[in-house]
């Protein structure tokens, strides 16, 4: 009922810039908080950053001031731009979103399928 796909991944040199891309579809009555979270080999996954339908967005510490988060409501889209990239960056970076479906129903959280993101030293 509801889709997230991603798009904007590849490989680049460490210092070099990518820019995310989620967009939601389906049944959407309406998108609350939506962000991106990434999964290095390894490790758990991790919240990267989150941007909320109002207000202003969060951001994982290790990525501040070098990542910025941002969202098209009106085509429920949310972009990561992603600047002087480091290889510790390199994982698979994940689109989440609360979404509702209709207005007498919760939010649930739905996941994209993932956009892997490599960044050579």
């Known amino acids: 009922q509801v889709e997230l796909v991603e798009s904007g991944g590849g490989l680049v040199q460490a210092g070099g810039s990518l820019r995310l891309s989620c967009a939601a579809s389906?049944?959407?009555?309406?998108?609350?908080?939506m962000g991106w979270y990434r999964q290095a080999p390894g490790k758990e996954r991790e919240l990267v950053a989150v941007?909320?339908?109002?207000?202003?967005?969060n951001y994982a510490d290790s990525v501040k001031g070098r990542f910025t988060i941002s969202r098209d409501n009106a085509e429920n889209t949310v972009y990561l731009q992603m600047n002087s990239l480091k290889p510790e960056d390199t994982a698979a970076y994940y689109c989440?979103?609360?979404?509702?479906?209709?207005?007498?129903?919760?939010?649930?959280?739905?996941w994209g399928q993932g956009t892997k993101v490599t960044v050579s030293s």
């Open positions: 941007q909320p339908s109002v207000g202003n967005a």
């Open positions: 389906g049944s959407i009555f309406r998108a609350n908080a």
């Open positions: 989440a979103g609360q979404i509702k479906t209709s207005y007498y129903r919760p939010a649930n959280d739905y």
